[in-house]
């Protein structure tokens, strides 16, 4: 994962132990809890469902609630649950329960008998409906749907009222506790540059690649597979360098190293040098491009920048008066003065510095 601002997708970064994860695993501490004793009982909430609504209403905090989903799956439907601070994260979910999607207003009515948003955990056995809840509900007391139109139940106890699969199917989310280490966790937008596949034995079964154990069986070989996106590479490099004039690419992965501006091609002296400063550079192994377009200087400086080859020599008539060439930095823009000869192995170090 290669961190940037226009990523696809996010992962929990922890700067104090290295702790690193897609948000799609990772694993924080919940932000902290405040038990509150109430008894168990039904409380009247008219046409009030949200967690906010109930919240404002009882006067409690959104922790001390607990957010009911209903979900439909291929199979059968499943009520998902989590604080009522916290966010449902889809492919958590998916991993324990497959594919899904939220069940509609009518088909909760139809399923639970019950309007969304006075849907709860207890009695689900009843309904034989599955219960996946968030391990951040394990314990302590919460407000939750009674399964009964403008009511709510108070007191609700995990422990005692109802029977779930406790999982981490909660999202992370920024400056939550790092499990490791305690400190912060930063949510960072990423490029997805590679990848790694446990791929088990689902084609060397049926292939029937197999080895032979020490004892002469034959078993088949546990297979994994790996990937390098080159593209993404590329957009995560550009996404990483750049400022307002264009691309900066890194010299180990640029597509050319230099690119030579001769800013008249009709001058001889010009072409003279354009030529001999580009057979160095091919004798000592060194990719360039040449700009040979017959426009304005302020063109191809503009190109030049904005297509971020590394390094820039600059021919011009008044530098050659002088007998020298301009050499400059795309990154720092810090430019050297030097003799045409010297050019090439110029360039040849400061790509050996970097």
């Known amino acids: ?7 696809e997708d996010e992962i929990a970064l922890c700067g104090r132990c290295g702790y690193a994860a897609n948000v799609e695993l990772a694993v924080s501490v919940p932000p902290d809890y405040t038990p ?16 906010d609504e109930v919240s404002r209403f009882l006067n409690l905090p959104p ?13 059968a439907p499943v009520l998902a649950l989590v604080r009522g601070d916290e966010e ?26 019950v309007e969304a948003g006075f849907i709860g955990p207890v009695n689900m056995i009843n309904q034989k409906i599955r219960v996946i809840a968030s391990t951040s509900i394990k314990s302590g007391l919460y ?3 009674a399964n009964k139109k403008d009511y709510h139940l108070k007191g609700i106890n995990p422990e005692e009222h109802f029977k779930a699969e406790w999982h981490d199917i909660r999202v992370v989310r920024q400056d939550e506790r790092c499990v490791r280490c305690g400190a912060g966790l930063k949510i960072r937008k990423v490029i997805e540059i590679g990848n790694i596949f446990k791929l088990g034995t689902k084609y060397s079964v049926p292939l029937n690649a197999v080895y032979l154990n020490k004892d002469g069986a034959e078993v088949p070989i546990i297979m994994g597979s790996y990937g390098i996106g080159p593209a993404r590479v590329a957009a995560a490099a550009i996404e990483q360098n750049y400022d307002a004039n264009g691309i900066i690419w890194p010299v180990s992965i640029a597509p050319f190293a230099v690119t030579i501006l001769p800013l008249s091609v009709s001058d001889e002296e010009t072409a003279k040098v354009a030529d ?12 360039f491009l040449i700009d040979d377009r017959d426009i304005r200087p302020g063109i191809k400086f503009k190109d030049a920048d904005l297509t971020g080859i590394p390094y820039q020599i600059v021919i011009g008539a008044k530098t050659l008066k002088d007998g020298l060439v301009e050499i400059k930095d795309r990154r720092t823009k810090e430019t050297t003065k030097i003799a045409p000869e010297k050019a090439a192995e110029h360039v040849s170090r400061l790509m050996i510095v970097i």
């Open 276 to 287: 001999a400063i580009c057979a160095t550079l091919k004798s000592k192994g060194i990719d």
């Open 36 to 51: 509150i004793d109430m008894p168990f009982e039904e409380v009247y909430t008219p046409r009030i469902k949200t967690v």
């Open 88 to 113: 449902l994260h889809e492919k958590k979910a998916q991993r324990v329960i497959g594919h899904y999607r939220p069940a509609h207003k009518d088909e909760i009515v139809e399923i639970l008998g």
């Open 143 to 145: 407000v939750g749907g």
């Open 1 to 7: 994962m290669a961190p940037s601002d226009a990523g």
């Open 63 to 75: 922790q001390n609630f607990i957010k009911s989903l209903l979900l439909i799956t291929k199979d």
